[in-house]
């Protein structure tokens, strides 16, 4: 079986406590755990502080303080210079290129529920085009829950056989 070479953007994950950010903590130390033995597994930070948060993993800081520069520019340049085979997005979100395949992690779809106001409205009018972005240009994408996959489904307008909790 090929060695694959494969990312995690961790971008974000030292901001603050929050359900999200322990779930991009969780996965990517299990990836680590389960997976460094037989692949690459890189992780992408914006910050110099995560180092050696997984230690096991090829631990890349992409510095950058701007998200939507860090999401489209500066993390698929690391990824082109990484020569990576597939890059996991535990927000959600993908870039506008990619060298490499994408596979995104819907959290939930609070951004399309107006009623919630739970976000900045450039954040939300933001993170609605770049999933539904993602939902277009992704062969896969998996969520945390079957509420989440219902959503993407009705949201997003994705065909069930592509989404997966």
């Known amino acids: 079986m ?13 901001s603050y406590a ?3 950010n322990e779930y991009i903590a969780g996965l990517t130390g299990e990836m680590v755990h389960q997976a460094a033995d037989k692949h690459d597994i890189f992780v992408y930070y914006n ?15 992409v510095p950058g303080n701007n998200a ?9 340049l690391a990824l082109l210079r990484d020569h990576l085979d597939l890059v996991i997005y535990p927000k959600g979100t993908i870039p506008l290129w990619s060298p490499a395949g ?22 939300t009018l933001y993170t609605r085009q770049a999933m539904k972005f993602a939902a277009r240009h992704s062969a896969l ?25």
């Open 68 to 76: 939507f520069l860090w999401d489209h520019l500066f993390l698929p």
């Open 102 to 123: 994408k596979v995104p992690i819907m959290l939930d779809l609070g951004y399309f529920y107006p009623a919630l106001n739970a976000y900045k409205p450039t954040t």
């Open 141 to 165: 994408i998996f969520t945390i829950s079957e509420f989440t996959r219902q959503d993407v489904i009705r949201l997003l307008k994705v065909e069930s056989s592509r989404v997966y909790n």
């Open 47 to 61: 910050t110099s502080r995560l180092l050696g948060r997984f230690a096991a993993a090829n631990e890349r800081v």
């Open 2 to 14: 090929k060695r694959l070479r494969i990312g995690i953007s961790a971008r974000g994950l030292n």
């Open 18 to 20: 929050s359900g999200p």
